[in-house]
């Protein structure tokens, strides 16, 4: 699916810097970003055969790694030792050192107190872009049955609009794929817009139950149904959600146009990100793509990029109302590095909100901060014991 309308908007609100400053990115930050990718589909999909998404649309695609003052590398004999590695082992992979492990697993076992306890000793800064497929494929449904002007006139926000309209989805995601399908999602035929827009309908609450804001966008949903034209989900390749995922690695080349940006290797996309930062900028030469091999601090984000990979699913299918009983199950370890984790992330975070960036529903960041509230409050209920 095409999204260049998002994509200009989100370009611009990160180029503009009354915006910048008001959100406490700072632009001309100098740093150099290491990257690698989890959970990279290549491509988000409904597979009308099958009857399902191509991808589990819980598993957010992620644009991970670490940031420092300095270009330079870790030898690999330091890596060995740290992390206590076979002698045969030739590059840090999080396939192999997390094979098999879910976030929870992951946090309670020598390779990740290792890796956090690198980026503290050598005072490095994680960073990360993070999507959820499924909030992003469903934002097209929202601006194509309302604007932000629309928006701002009726007194809600641009942003937690779009929360609140994933809120209302996504509890019956099946539901709302199986009419992705029906309908031929993201081309809507003009004769299906009023179905399509009440099958949408009858996923949601009754009226009568609806907070203000979600009367709000039920109301624009049923008025859409009378429209002739659903701008963004029209004229598409039929049950393509994502096409790839390149504005992501492109962005932060645009954004910190000050910084240097190393990533691993992506050739399927490199070319089609060239073009894309040709099209938006002029001479930026503030990146390259390297074989991992070589770079062992790429190899150190590849082992970030696991960790959140894993850890947004874990946030995205898990109720918050488990996360008590979750934690005061979990290892000494585990608690440990999941404090840890927290650490790393506000440290980023105080020294430049754009090193964390997610495009998801404001919901799910409040669930993340909940969860790392509740860690940290058995972290010191353990110290007293």
Known sequence: MERDALDDLDNKLFKDDVMAELWGVNLDEQLHFYYDESNN???????????????NPEADFVLAGIACEENFQIPFAELVERFRLQKNVTELKSKSLFKGKDFLGCMGIRYTSALFQLIIDYDMYVH????N????????IMDSIT???EISEFGFDYFQLKSTFYNMLVPNINEVKDI???YHYPSIKTEDIEAFCNALLSTMDIRYNQKPDEKFLSGMLKHAAKKEELLFIQDEEEYLLQEDYSFFYAEPIMKFTKSYHHFDEELSIQEKILDMINKYSTNLSNYEFIDSKD??????????????GRFFPFINATPSSDFRRIISELSDTQIDNCYML??????SDERNKGLLHSITAIGIL???????EYVSAEKKRRLKN
């Open 147 to 149: 604007n932000p002007n």
């Open 180 to 182: 992705m399908i029906k």
């Open 295 to 308: 770079n062992t601090m790429v190899q150190i984000s590849d082992l970030v990029a696991g960790i959140f």
């Open 41 to 55: 589909c290549r491509k988000f999909w409904i597979d009308s055969v099958k009857g399902d998404f191509n991808y």
């Open 128 to 131: 990360y872009k993070h999507v």
């Open 342 to 347: 927290n650490e790393l992330m506000s440290k």
């Open 366 to 372: 409040k669930k993340s901060g909940l969860f790392f």
């Open 133 to 140: 497929n499924f909030f992003y494929t469903i934002v097209e």
